[in-house]
């Protein structure tokens, strides 16, 4: 019933203006794929395209292996959810969810069934005689889900659909929406510019910024192993720490920052002369002295009680200040504001990463 | 007590319910804080906002019409034998409707025009549509700024011209040895000339053109605030162009729709000039009877009697179809 789908050197363009700068990706049978970048990066544009409402201006898009250059998006085996959902609001929620069985002139009998087991799927059993006005925003995101899915498509394509939900009803949609994804087994494309949905819900995420897909990997890999400057500031928290490689080997390599000399891993192969940026997560930080080339020492500001862990804040060499989470565990002393502090990191958990455009703050 | 008489107790009415629903404004109001009509206004103020609301409902409103209505329970009288014996109520003015006074036989001629004209302007109002509706849409979704603007500028212009001009210019077009007629003889598609002011074409056309911005505006107002995700929706679930329409757009645009026939409907049923400059010479359009019997007859109570027929008949039409296609009244004014 899934279909993968198949980019090829997709570029999108609007006038002058490039939204979609040679797409490359192939998107598994089955899976659950997330685009995450901020507003305007071009993800919806990627989305749009998959689902016929826009023509790539070069390369193809192939859903199951078929070419889908020509073919209107009310051909295509994709389904797509809405931002705002887009349910018909003069309809009840049976029309809506069983609107595109209707216009495939499946019989009303039929169709009052195939609503039937859909509100089952989304947990809404009864409901179907209810105008849309009178469900809940969680609701409504349901029956989003089931007017998709009642038409069986092979791709299921969901343009930030939780963003209009508040907060814990967002987690619990997480939850939900990878758990209809793992029992109807068709694959999702997902379009988020928040990093905590894609690294829950996706088997593999692409990052993208201006266009271009920076890096595409499952969430760890992302996390832990980012390719740009771009994606190691825009996936999670993490401070950065621009300067020259002084030295390096395939391993490691040493950067000399403002706060002196730095050594991270070395992915890209940097050599001596490069210019880098090194970045440490604020949780790989640990307050108090280690190696003299992962030891930083500043000024602290102030610092942050969140419950399970504690933000301290250092005064950083550029307008950006150093953030360091402490965890409840260790029991250190948190250094009060104005105080002089060290911390370090394991040299494993920094990486040095070419210089280049980091996401905006 | 005559019945015009009745027509100066009505101001006196009128003012005293203004007054009565100023000062229960504040009862009924569920807000405490909220203050009546004389505390926001100031006495002064209120009672000349309430002199002058009620001066403007009772003499640009209810009693033109009101006078009339009693006009048209009236035989037709010299001046001085007004208010005299002969001035009693009679319902003879509608009667003459159905049936001539003068020889007691069915009124075939004017039953005949009312239902002519009921009918047309029927079609007219269903022309108007077919041709709006595209065009609304167009320009409500589907138009870039820019051009939407042009389309605005093309259809507001020529209604610059005036109204006699305009449908002289169209008898022009239409005549015999007219532009499209020469047109189609050139082009060998006819031999002779077309009568096409005998076939009503003119008044299809002139009526059509004449109230195109008064439905195209509802229509637009209420596309154009339709979501263009429902749009998308719709086709993404696989609907073809016209089942969008269909089953999104029009039952969302209904109170617009609505909105722009009755106008158009209850305007070209009351308008004279395109019927008379652009109909047939065998076109008897009802409100040229009406006109006649008030300006060559000088016969008011049978002409006011005529308009309140037609208003009555256009009335009910009106409510007729707006419950047939499930729109409230309220919805077509908002």
Same mark, same amino acid.
């Given at each position: 019933?899934?279909?993968?789908?198949?980019?090829?050197?997709?570029?999108?363009?609007f006038g002058q203006f490039t939204a979609v700068e040679d797409a490359t990706l192939d998107i598994k049978g089955g899976e659950f794929f997330s685009f995450l970048g901020p507003s305007g990066c071009g993800k919806t544009t990627i989305l749009r395209t998959v689902s016929g409402f826009l023509d790539p201006s070069q390369g193809r898009v192939r859903i199951g292996g078929q070419d889908m250059t020509g073919i209107g998006p009310n051909k295509r085996p994709t389904a797509l959810i809405f931002q705002n959902l887009a349910l018909f609001p003069l309809m009840t929620v049976a029309d809506n969810i069983t609107y595109g069985l209707r216009v495939r002139g499946m019989p009303k009998a039929e169709r009052m069934k195939r609503a039937g087991e859909l509100l089952d799927l989304i947990a809404l059993p009864d409901q179907g005689n209810k105008l849309v006005s009178e469900l809940s925003g969680g609701q409504k995101q349901r029956v989003a889900i089931a007017r998709a899915l009642a038409v069986q498509p092979k791709v299921l394509l969901l343009d930030e659909p939780l963003s209009a939900l508040d907060?814990?009803?967002?987690q619990h949609m997480r939850t939900e929406l990878r758990a209809i994804q793992q029992q109807v087994g068709i694959t999702?494309?997902?379009?988020?510019?928040?990093?905590?949905?894609?690294?829950?819900?996706?088997?593999?995420?692409?990052?993208?910024?201006?266009?271009?897909?920076?890096?595409?990997?499952?969430?760890?890999?992302v996390y832990d192993h980012p390719d740009t400057p771009f994606v190691a500031s825009f996936v999670g928290e993490n401070n950065p720490f621009a300067g020259k490689v002084t030295q390096a080997d395939s391993s490691f390599a040493v950067v000399e920052t403002a706060h002196g000399a730095l050594r991270g891993r070395n992915p890209k192969g940097l050599k001596a002369g490069d210019k880098a940026i090194l970045f440490v997560r604020p949780e790989s930080f640990v307050l108090g002295e280690g190696a003299p080339d992962a030891t930083i020492h500043a000024e602290t500001i102030s610092s942050a009680f969140e419950g399970n862990a504690t933000h301290v804040f250092l005064k950083g060499a550029t307008k950006k200040e150093?953030?360091?989470?402490?965890?409840?565990?260790?029991?250190?002393?948190?250094?009060?504001q104005g105080e002089r502090a060290a911390i370090h990191y394991a040299p494993e958990m920094g990486i040095v990463l070419p210089e280049g455009k980091m996401a905006r703050e | 007590m005559s019945s015009r008489f009745v027509v100066f107790l009505i101001p006196i009415v009128v003012i005293a319910i203004f007054w009565v629903m100023a000062k229960s404004e504040k009862k009924l109001a569920h807000d405490p804080t909220h203050k009546s009509f004389f505390e926001r206004n100031g006495t002064v103020l209120g009672v000349s906002f309430i002199l002058l609301v009620a001066f403007w409902t009772l003499f640009l409103v209810v009693l033109p019409y009101l006078y009339m209505v009693v006009e048209s329970f009236h035989p037709k009288l010299p001046f001085n034998q007004r208010g005299g014996e002969k001035d009693v109520l009679t319902l003879e003015q509608y009667k003459s409707f159905f049936v001539t006074p003068t020889d007691g036989s069915w009124n075939v001629n004017h039953m005949g025009?009312? +239902? *002519?004209?009921?009918?047309?302007?029927v079609a007219v109002?269903?022309?108007?549509?077919?041709?709006c509706y595209p065009l609304a849409y167009y320009m409500a979704q589907a138009g870039t700024a820019q051009k939407v603007r042009l389309i605005m500028l093309a259809l507001i212009v020529p209604y610059w011209v005036n109204e006699i001009l305009r449908a002289f210019s169209l008898r022009l077009l239409l005549a015999s040895k007219g532009l499209i007629n020469q047109a189609l003889m050139g082009m060998g598609l006819t031999e002779k000339p077309l009568d096409f002011m005998a076939m009503d074409v003119g008044l299809y056309v002139g009526l059509s053109y004449a109230y195109l911005l008064v439905m195209i505006f509802p229509l637009y107002n209420a596309i154009e605030s339709l979501d263009k995700n429902q749009i998308e929706a719709a086709r993404d679930l696989g609907a073809p162009w016209w089942k969008i329409h269909r089953d999104v757009v029009i039952p969302y645009a209904k109170p617009g729709i609505?909105?722009?026939?009755?106008? +158009? *409907?209850?305007?070209?049923?009351?308008?004279?000039?395109?019927p008379q400059f652009l109909g047939g010479p065998s076109t008897l359009w009802f409100t040229s009877i009406v006109y006649d019997f008030f300006f060559q007859a000088f016969n008011w109570p049978r002409g006011a009697a005529y308009a309140f027929i037609l208003l009555a008949a256009c009335i009910a039409f009106v409510m007729l179809m707006l419950r047939l296609f499930k729109v409230s009244l309220g919805e077509t004014i908002k």
């Open positions: 019933m899934s279909a993968g789908v198949e980019l090829d050197h997709v570029t999108v363009r907060l814990k009803l967002r999702f494309i997902y379009i988020t510019h928040d990093q905590g949905e894609a690294l829950t819900m996706s088997d593999r995420i692409a990052v993208m910024s201006d266009g271009v897909i920076q890096q595409v990997s499952d969430g760890k890999n150093i953030t360091v989470t402490v965890g409840r565990h260790g029991g250190a002393k948190i250094p009060s | 025009a009312f +239902v *002519f004209t009921i009918i047309t302007s109002t269903a022309l108007n549509f077919a041709i609505a909105s722009g026939c009755t106008m +158009v *409907f209850m305007l070209a049923a009351g308008s004279l000039a395109a």
